[in-house]
Nanobody
Framework: QAQLVESGGGLVQTGGSLRLSCVASGILFSQYIMHWYRQAPGKERELVASITNDGSTIYKDSVKGRFTISRDNAKNTVVLQMNSLKPEDTAVYYC?????????WGQGTQVTVSS
C-alpha cells in the first residue's frame, strides 16, 4: 500500500531554518515527480517546489533562493530545506507524488514561523 510520511515541521523564529522530509513506501519512487505543497489557514493549497525523476527543479517565486528541494531515490526520500523562513511561510506542508494517473498525498506537517 502506497504511503507518504512527512516529518520535520515545527515552530521556528523568523530567519530560522527547517528541513522537511518525506519518505515514500509502496511506490516505484524513482518514477514519480515529487512535489511539496503548502496550505495556510483560509487559503488554497499551493505548489511550493517540484523535482522530476532526473533531478530538475522548479520553485514558487516567493521561496526561490530560500528553499531547496532534493531527492534520494535509493532512500525513497524527498527533502525540502527551508532557510530564511518568514511568517508568511506558516502553513501545513504536504508531500505529493505523481506518475501519470498515479497520485498520492502525505498527511502533512505543520510549519509555524513566529515574528
Amino acid at each position: 500500500q502506497a504511503q507518504l510520511v512527512e516529518s520535520g515541521g515545527g515552530l521556528v523564529q523568523t530567519g530560522g531554518s527547517l528541513r522537511l522530509s518525506c519518505v515514500a513506501s509502496g511506490i516505484l519512487f524513482s518514477q514519480y515527480i515529487m512535489h511539496w505543497y503548502r496550505q495556510a489557514p483560509g487559503k488554497e493549497r499551493e505548489l511550493v517546489a517540484s523535482i522530476t525523476n532526473d533531478g530538475s527543479t522548479i520553485y514558487k517565486d516567493s521561496v526561490k533562493g530560500r528553499f531547496t528541494i532534493s531527492r534520494d531515490n535509493a532512500k525513497n526520500t524527498v527533502v525540502l530545506q527551508m532557510n530564511s523562513l518568514k511568517p508568511e511561510d506558516t502553513a501545513v506542508y504536504y508531500c505529493y507524488a505523481k506518475w501519470g494517473l498515479r497520485t498520492y498525498w502525505g498527511q502533512g506537517t505543520q510549519v509555524t514561523v513566529s515574528s
